[in-house]
C-alpha cells in the first residue's frame, strides 16, 4: 500500500472504534465528469470519469449501492500495470482493464467487497495491463457479454503526467 493510499484510508475510516465509541466514517466522491461507453453489443451507459491522482485513490469507495448499468472509467496517462485495493468499497465489481487501443485486457468477475472495519490483508487486489480501468457493478461484464479482446467505444482525455 502505497503512503497516499494508507493516508486516504485513515482520512475516510476516521478514528477507530476503541477511539472514539463511534463508526468509522465512510463518505463517497461526487464525480462531475462524465461520458458515454459502448459495449461491443447492447445499449451504452454513461460512466463517471475519474483522471487526477485523488479521484482515481478514492474510486467507488463507500458507495453502498451501484444502479444496475453503471460505471466508473479511471482513466491513467499512459498504459501500465496497476493495481486495484478494494478498501472500503462496500460493494461487489465487475473490474476491467483497457489497453490505450481501447481493446479489453484482463478481466475480474465479482470482486469481494470490504468494509471500514475489514483489515488490510483481507481487502480483495485485483492486477492487469491498462489505461483505463473500468468498475461495473458485480455480473455486469457477464451480462454484457465482455471478454479480453473487445473494443469498448468512449471519449476521454488523457491526463498529463
Avoid at 477511539?19 to 463517471?48: E, M, N, W, Y
Avoid at 479511471?74 to 461487489?92: A, G, I, R, Y
Wanted: glycine fraction near 8%; include cysteine.
Amino acid at each position: 500500500m502505497t503512503f497516499a493510499a494508507l493516508a486516504l484510508s485513515l482520512v475516510l475510516t476516521g478514528p477507530s472504534r476503541a477511539d472514539s465509541g463511534a463508526a468509522p466514517a465512510c463518505h463517497a466522491q461526487t464525480v462531475a465528469k462524465k461520458t458515454k461507453l459502448r459495449f461491443k453489443r447492447g445499449k451504452p451507459i454513461t460512466v463517471d470519469v475519474v483522471d487526477t491522482p485523488m479521484s482515481r485513490e478514492v474510486g467507488l469507495m463507500c458507495r453502498t449501492r451501484l444502479p444496475r448499468d453503471y460505471g466508473m472509467l479511471f482513466v491513467f496517462p499512459q498504459e501500465m500495470s496497476l493495481n486495484f485495493w478494494m478498501k472500503n468499497t462496500l460493494v461487489s465489481l465487475d473490474i476491467v482493464w483497457i489497453g490505450a487501443d481501447k481493446k479489453i485486457t484482463v478481466i475480474h468477475d465479482r470482486m469481494k467487497k470490504s468494509t471500514v472495519s475489514t483489515p488490510d490483508e483481507k481487502v480483495a487486489v485485483a492486477g492487469g495491463r491498462g489505461q483505463y480501468v473500468l468498475e461495473l457493478p458485480a455480473g455486469m461484464a457477464r451480462r454484457r457479454g465482455l471478454n479480453v479482446g473487445d473494443r469498448l467505444t468512449f471519449d476521454a482525455a488523457i491526463p498529463a503526467k
